[in-house]
């Protein structure tokens, strides 16, 4: 399933962010199959600590293990992206059967 992920770290604590961040990427290069992964890599919000990631992920553990990865240094959200055609679509079913 795809994901939007919204991050965001206290600017002060960008020092702790990037330690983090880099540690993160030299584990999800021996073990990537642990991690979601990118569609769309992370983007700012106009700053640099606040922004948004496409990411795709197999299971529920894959997310779990992203975001303990980054705790507590950047905050995580995931939301789930659907596809909008299939939501129109099983509208229309819905309505047709009323």
Known sequence: MKYAKFWEFRPEDM?????????YL????????KYPTYLY????????????SIMEADTEEQLIN????????????FVPLVDSS??????LKKRSVK
Request: no cysteine.
């Open 41 to 52: 890599p992370p983007h700012g919000f106009g700053n640099i600590s606040k922004g948004v």
């Open 66 to 77: 992203y975001m303990v990865a980054l705790a507590p240094s950047i905050k995580i959200k």
């Open 15 to 23: 020092d702790e962010a990037v330690i983090v961040w880099g540690a």
């Open 86 to 91: 299939k939501i129109v679509e099983a509208y």
């Open 26 to 33: 030299e584990e999800s290069k021996k073990t990537p199959e």
